[in-house]
């Protein structure tokens, strides 16, 4: 087991990626927004890092700041202008996969009948299964619990019916043209 981290990461969103200066223009990096930080909260952060993918052209970009609990400031101050507030970084937890049906939706609620692993059937356990291996969601030749599989709903946006029923008609060429293949193969 991974032991509990003993920081607290703050985002900082809308940081200016240039500064204009009685110097010049200042390109913002992690040891100018250390300083700032420090000169607004009193408290150093242990690291700081760019957040995300930001464009090339885009005048903004986000930046996480990694404090130690015991010294972490409060996470409302502002370091620019034009920069946002800062916020606690929550972590966004992943799309849950159901264990029973091999859906995507939690498995507590779930009333569906259980599935095999492997070949998705409801009538025999991944123990007892010698069945071509079978998608559960789109009816391709992969495992229901396969990342690439395309009705995995992504965080952005989810699988409309119709995505679905394209995905599980291509799924089920597939699968039958592997069997074919499978089957020419075992009466040869």
């Not at 200042?26 to 700081?48: C, G, Q, Y």
């Not at 229901?144 to 599989?149: E, L």
Request: with cysteine; hydrophobic share 30%.
């Amino acid at each position: 087991m991974e032991p509990a981290s003993d920081l607290i990461t703050y985002r900082i969103a809308t940081v200016p990626v240039a500064l204009r200066t009685s110097i010049g223009s200042v390109t913002v990096e992690d040891t100018n927004l250390t300083s700032k930080i420090v000169r607004v909260t009193n408290v150093a952060p242990k690291m700081v890092r760019a957040h995300g993918k930001t464009r090339a052209d885009a005048p903004h970009r986000s930046w996480l700041a990694h404090f130690p609990c015991e010294q972490a400031p409060r996470p409302d101050f502002r370091l620019f202008d034009e920069s946002g507030v800062t916020v606690l970084n929550k972590l966004r937890k992943s799309i849950q996969q159901c264990k029973r049906c091999h859906g995507f939706h939690v498995t507590r609620g779930c009333s569906r009948a259980p599935a095999c692993e492997n070949c998705s059937s409801t009538m025999n356990s991944i123990n007892e299964c010698k069945a071509p291996t079978k998608c559960r969601n789109c009816g391709g030749s992969q495992r229901s619990d396969n990342r690439n599989c395309p009705a995995h709903p992504s965080r952005s946006e989810p699988v409309s019916k119709d995505q679905l029923r394209t995905f599980r008609q291509m799924g089920q060429r597939e699968y039958h043209a592997k069997a074919r293949v499978l089957l020419s193969y075992m009466q040869k």
